[in-house]
């Protein structure tokens, strides 16, 4: 009988390449946008983005056949809840032109006014922490549904108070988008940081890729709404306005991320997704392709970062 192949170390370089890919994304955005781009508090928004769609998919790995673990939770949504108060302590200094080191209590308290969505992604972070310190404490039972509903509800508000919401269409339709992709990468990204062994895997992943080609149909569609929507494409605006401003820079980048995205997704569904699901694929072949498509996935959720803090138009 062969031996176990030890995974843990290959998952730990997976987590540590899916961290950097998440900045590196966020970097290019930083870079395309220009002086339309986002300021400092960017870093900690996408460290939230990406605590809180791991989150979501951590919260429906239970619909896949697994089982979370409940420290992973309560770590992430601790980093969740440190980003989250991070931001809007950094945009209270950008908008006061004070340091961060200089910004008073009260104007920090005055900040959580007017940023009702940020509240509430604090909240539902404080939620999730507490969800998984009732857990370990043997005091909550509720069931682990409720991380991903909390994670769920917390990266939308974020998502729909951006710029989109000054159209009609905005909250729906990147509400909708902000929700397939946070389920699409959080499912893979906890399957990557939970599953082991064959089985695991041939349980897990066949009912993943089901899911998942429904959560990218919704993710193209309302990304190219929200694009045309957003760049002014169906108001007369020419296509020009993709290179000439940074939001539409940015916007390309996130398209081509994506576009990688779905070809990857697409021969991991036709190969890896069969051999899974016969018990051929060994545990660290699977956790080889997961990290490969979770790192690219994670370019581009810090594109999107990027994206939702840059001007339209400009």
Not at 209 to 228: E, K, M, N, R
Not at 237 to 243: D, E, P
Not at 247 to 269: E, N, Q, S, T
Request: with cysteine; hydrophobic share 60%; aromatic share 6%.
């Amino acid at each position: 009988m062969a031996k176990p192949v030890d995974t843990d170390p290959l998952r730990r370089v997976a987590a540590l390449t899916a961290v950097v890919c998440l900045v590196v994304g966020a970097g290019v955005a930083v870079v395309l946008a220009g002086a339309a781009g986002p300021g400092a508090a960017v870093w900690v928004r996408t460290a939230a983005l990406g605590a809180s769609v791991l989150l979501v998919g951590l919260g429906t790995l239970e619909w896949l056949g697994a089982s979370p673990s409940v420290r992973l939770i309560g770590g992430a949504a601790a980093v969740w809840l440190a980003a989250g108060i991070a931001t809007v302590w950094l945009d209270t200094a950008e908008r006061t032109g004070a340091s961060p080191w200089r910004v008073t209590v009260g104007d920090f308290a005055d900040a959580w006014s007017g940023r009702p969505a940020d509240a509430i992604a604090v909240a539902c972070a404080g939620a999730v922490l507490v969800w998984a310190l009732g857990r370990l404490g043997e005091r909550i039972v509720s069931p682990v549904l409720a991380v991903a509903g909390a994670a769920a509800v917390g990266l939308t508000a974020v998502a729909i108070s951006g710029h989109a919401t000054v159209h009609a269409l905005g909250p729906v339709v990147v509400g909708a988008h902000a929700l397939a992709a946070a389920w699409w990468c959080g499912a893979l990204a906890a399957l990557a940081v939970t599953v082991r062994g064959r089985a695991g895997w041939a349980t897990a992943l066949p009912r993943y890729s089901d899911f998942a080609l429904w959560a990218v149909v919704v993710l193209a569609v309302t990304g190219v709404v929200a694009a045309v929507v957003n760049l002014g494409l169906g108001d007369g605006a020419g296509v020009s306005v993709l290179w000439d401003t940074g939001y539409g820079r940015v916007v390309l980048a996130k398209a081509a991320a994506l576009v990688a995205l779905i070809g990857l997704a697409a021969v991991h569904r036709r190969r890896w997704v069969p051999r899974a699901q016969s018990h051929r694929a060994r545990a660290d072949e699977s956790l080889r392709r997961a990290a490969v498509e979770v790192a690219v996935m994670a370019v581009a959720l810090g594109l999107a970062a990027g994206l939702a803090a840059t001007a339209p138009g400009v």
